[in-house]
């Protein structure tokens, strides 16, 4: 006899449903899969910004340079580095 009511569970969105029922280890690895992800992703915006900064160490002046011990040379050097290094 049914009383008009739903069940909770079928009346939670597909992918909450299927996301609930997924055993510990399919859920762990997706866990895993989604902080490599943010790892990987705050990796690339460090070597982004770091390229930013050898480029500006690039543009100093001598005096500049000499202030934090750095010759031309080893500037100009450092800005020649991929952004990947």
């Known amino acids: 006899m049914s009383c ?3 069940s909770t569970l079928t009346a939670l969105p597909h992918s909450f449903e299927t996301a609930a029922r997924r055993p510990w280890y399919r859920r762990a690895l997706v866990s895993l899969g989604v902080l490599l992800d943010k790892h990987r992703r705050r990796q690339f915006w460090f070597k982004l910004e770091k390229a930013r900064q ?10 500049l340079l000499a202030d934090i011990t750095i010759t031309r040379e080893q ?3 450092e800005a020649r580095k991929p952004f990947w290094r």
């Open 75 to 77: 500037a100009e050097r």
């Open 4 to 6: 008009g009511r739903t």
């Open 54 to 63: 050898r480029g500006v160490l690039k543009d100093l002046d001598d005096r």
